[in-house]
């Protein structure tokens, strides 16, 4: 064994032990891989550093910009309600449902362009039915990259295998010739994760910070948090009233958070409100005063509309404790001559005054400073509380600010991206145009789209890449494929296709997926010679195979999803492996039943 070959294979060891032990960050390893390469002279400086030019991480780069404006459009929000709608709470249903759609979807665009646009709408079901995002994030980036077969045009190896094939006077693969293997694939993706599932997949709670914080803000200030809904009826005794005449906070104790009219939808209504008949009342606080009220007003109980949706999603609104300062303009004023709800549009539930809780109605209370509101309402309502001089917020308040009326902006350019690149621009080229198109366009600001980069991600497929480059410039990628093949030469056809396509996952684990095919096209048209079979479906089981990179991050989808799910390195070798085991024998048994 040449040394070269030695010295590259002992660091691809010594990473692979490094990424499953999990006790350095991902980027941290991918860079000591890069510079043990550049260190022992296996690759120059600039061979080194040329992760940082691929095209793998400026298409990473452009798509977490995108996906950023795709997310401030609530683009997806439509597609999240329409899964849960007929998947209801089962969180083995939602996966199987949207595992379905994005695997659909990625058969026909770029793996990692479906990856970014689901995302927000997998944040968005996770947080509407408070499911870990962890258990939904893997299987459906999974069956993502299992997709990628269902055409030609699924992958960057299928593109490939025809233009060497064709090169190699061998007739090319027509568009859906590779689609049996991609379904197959798909499908025991679903019921691989709606069986095991619950057994192999993390349920980490790292993401639902804002719901301890809301559980314990409840906690300490007693507070109900419960959200109740009736509508006026046309006899009720509270019709051409005030919300004040009413009684509603003095003698009920509760609080109204919105009141929906057919075309309209008020957040925090003025107490001079005046009820009208079919309206519909959003009301916080306890079930019993709530179902007095109801009775002594003539109100009759309806499900939730749609409109109070974001009433009941804690990633839109919650509670909020908000000091008052010195020199505000709210001390030494009552809340009904400084009318909060109609400046800031939020309810105030509860105050602490003086070192007393006061509930109710303290509206004709003097307000002084350090004095405390506890206010429901819109977080971006909240946030411009923290934007005057008035209030200090206490609680954490990211404003998750929405400009529905970019989402079809957001929708186009993420569409050109997709066109162009299927219509022969490169990938990075093409989805950079469409971040850059977002950022013109007001989808989003170019200090939003910087911060939108996870950098930990950029810098671990950067420093990873080289590692590929050095496998195939020393000849140790053509070393391992040479050793493992002549070991099942020979054998049964089905073994032999096994063992093809086990060293192409192995391959693609630690080198792109393009990279492992390029190595292994000429390959594995030898071995079809030496044994006389037809070339063409080992060519294509070889780029069919390139998709199975499951036990570690190294795919760029992978790399993508790992920090939005909070996932750990061992995370991806429990649910991976198993996955890895599946595709192995589905993809060698419908090739051999059907492609040889």
Request: with cysteine; hydrophobic share 50%; proline share 4%.
């Amino acid at each position: 064994m040449d040394s070269e070959i030695l010295i590259v294979l002992s660091i691809m060891i010594v990473v692979a032990i490094l990424l499953i032990m999990d006790k350095l960050r991902i980027d941290i390893v991918a860079l000591l891989c890069m510079l043990a390469l550049a260190w022992t002279g296996i690759l120059g400086p600039l061979e080194a550093l040329s992760g940082f030019a691929s095209n793998a991480v400026i298409t990473m780069i452009a798509v977490m910009i995108m996906g950023r404006g795709i997310a401030r459009t609530g683009l997806m929000e439509g597609f999240s309600r329409l899964v849960l709608k007929y998947t209801g709470n089962s969180p083995p249903r939602i996966v199987a449902v949207v595992s379905s759609a994005t695997g659909l979807l990625s058969g026909f665009i770029q793996n990692i362009g479906a990856a970014v646009l689901f995302l927000p709408a997998i944040f968005n079901i996770s947080r509407r039915k408070k499911i870990p995002a962890s258990s939904l994030i893997m299987p459906i980036g999974f069956a993502i990259l299992l997709s990628g077969p269902l055409t030609m045009i699924g992958s960057g190896p299928l593109m490939l295998v025809n233009d060497f094939l064709f090169n190699s006077s061998l007739e090319p693969y027509r568009l859906f010739a590779v689609t049996p293997a991609g379904l197959a694939l798909l499908l025991s993706c679903v019921a691989f994760f709606f069986i095991l599932g619950k057994f192999v997949l993390p349920r980490l709670k790292s993401s639902e910070d804002s719901d301890l914080l809301q559980k314990r803000l409840v906690e300490d200030w007693q507070l109900s948090s419960s959200i109740w809904h009736y509508s006026i009826d046309t006899n009720s005794a509270v019709i051409g009233k005030t919300l004040e005449e009413t009684g509603i906070w003095d003698k009920f104790n509760l609080n109204i958070l919105a009141i929906a009219r057919e075309k309209s939808l008020e957040y925090a209504p003025w107490r001079e409100t005046k009820f009208e008949a079919d309206q519909v009342l959003a009301l916080l606080g306890d079930e019993n005063n709530v179902k007095k009220f109801a009775v002594d007003s003539g109100l009759i109980p309806v499900k939730k509309l749609n409109k109070f949706e974001l009433l009941d999603d804690s990633a839109s609104a919650g509670f909020a404790e908000v000091v008052v300062v010195p020199r505000s303009a709210i001390a030494g004023q009552t809340l009904r001559k400084f009318a909060l709800r109609r400046r800031y549009g939020v309810e105030p539930v509860l105050l602490y005054h003086k070192g007393e809780k006061v509930r109710g109605d303290f509206s004709d209370i003097e307000i002084t400073p350090g004095d405390i509101l506890i206010v429901h309402g819109l977080w971006d309502r909240i946030a411009d509380m923290k934007k005057g001089f008035d209030f200090v917020v206490i609680t954490p308040v990211e404003a998750n600010e929405k400009d529905s009326s970019k989402a079809w902006v957001a929708l186009l350019c993420f569409a050109l991206a997709v066109g162009l690149s299927v219509t022969g621009f490169s990938i990075p080229i093409s989805f950079m145009s469409g971040a850059l198109i977002m950022i013109l366009t007001g989808v989003i600001c170019i200090d939003e789209a910087y911060q939108a980069v996870d950098w930990k991600v950029v810098f671990f497929l950067a420093g990873l890449i080289p590692l590929g480059l050095a496998m195939q410039k020393t000849g140790a990628a053509a070393y391992l494929a040479e050793n493992i093949m002549s070991l099942v030469q020979g054998s049964h056809t089905f073994l032999l296709l096994l063992a093809i396509s086990g060293i192409t996952t192995l391959f693609s684990v630690f080198m792109s997926n393009v990279g492992a095919a390029v190595i292994l096209f000429p390959m594995v048209i030898s071995i079809a010679n030496t044994v006389d079979m037809d070339p063409r479906p080992l060519a294509l089981l070889v780029a069919v195979s390139t998709a199975n990179s499951f036990i570690l991050p190294t795919h760029q989808v992978n790399a993508l999803l790992k920090t939005p799910g909070g996932y750990r390195n061992i995370d991806y070798l429990r649910a991976g492996s198993g996955l890895t085991i599946v595709f192995l024998l589905v993809v060698v048994t419908i090739f051999y039943f059907f492609y040889i």
